[in-house]
């Protein structure tokens, strides 16, 4: 596994010139958030978070964590002995989970890293979570993420990934359809999950801005 590791650290680092720096406005953002669930910025999280299957004493990583706040809803699903852990390539966006975590009074650890290059030991977590991310990531890039996402998990564990998928033109929701978003399916990721040791896979539309979710079990 040791071995995968590095291979796995020095492909991703070959791609390097195409690694993506993330969001660097983390305040913009909460607002945009807040204003596309229309003030239900909460029910959204919880929304999301009833897909990831946890449960007391898991330990859950959220890639791409961005400003906190899932990493933050998820924390008491973990409750007693579970814990969460949040990573993200933008500094600025971390600086903000931080804040809210330490006004939430919860230690939530919020590390700077990319999802193709993980900083944890093999089979660390029970469950992974990418929300919004992977359309972000340069497509030569993406199934890095998913083989570390496999590997910091133990059999099992499980993967959910949120995010823009379907013909642009069925898109319901105008942020589905421009730039990045519109350009990603989510569901074209079934073929690199199973290649990089996800099975039972199932997906499909959620009813928040026209996002879907893909989920699977570490093999
Ligand atoms: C659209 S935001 C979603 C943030 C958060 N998951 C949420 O649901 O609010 C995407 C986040 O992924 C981060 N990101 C983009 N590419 C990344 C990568 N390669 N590795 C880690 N984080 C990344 C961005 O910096 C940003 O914070």
Not at 121 to 144: I, N, Y
Request: hydrophobic share 45%; proline share 5%; charged share 25%.
């Amino acid at each position: 596994m040791h071995h995968l590791r590095s291979e796995i650290r020095a492909s991703a680092a070959a791609i390097g010139p195409e690694a993506n720096k993330g969001i660097g406005f983390p305040r913009l953002y909460d607002l945009l958030v807040l204003m596309l669930t229309r003030g239900r910025d909460r029910a959204y999280r919880e929304a999301l978070l009833d897909l990831a299957g946890l449960a007391p004493g898991f330990q859950l990583l959220d890639v791409g964590c961005g400003t906190g706040t899932q990493a933050i809803s998820a924390w008491r699903r973990v409750q007693p002995g579970g814990s969460v852990v949040g990573v993200d390539v933008s500094e600025k966006m971390l600086i903000a989970a931080r804040r809210k975590a330490s006004r939430a009074g919860l230690e939530i650890p919020f590390y700077h890293a990319d999802a193709a290059d993980l900083p944890f030991e093999d089979g660390r977590f029970d469950v992974v979570t990418f929300t919004t991310v992977l359309h972000m990531v340069p497509e030569a890039r993406r199934s890095f993420c998913l083989r570390e996402a496999a590997r910091v998990m133990p059999p099992g564990g499980r993967l959910l990934l949120i995010d823009y998928a379907g013909p642009v033109g069925e898109r319901g929701h105008m942020s589905a359809k421009h730039g990045l978003h519109g350009q990603f399916d989510l569901h074209r990721l079934r073929e690199p999950l199973a290649a990089a040791g996800f099975e039972r896979m199932e997906g499909g539309p959620l009813n928040w801005l026209g996002l879907h979710y893909l989920r699977g079990v570490r093999v």
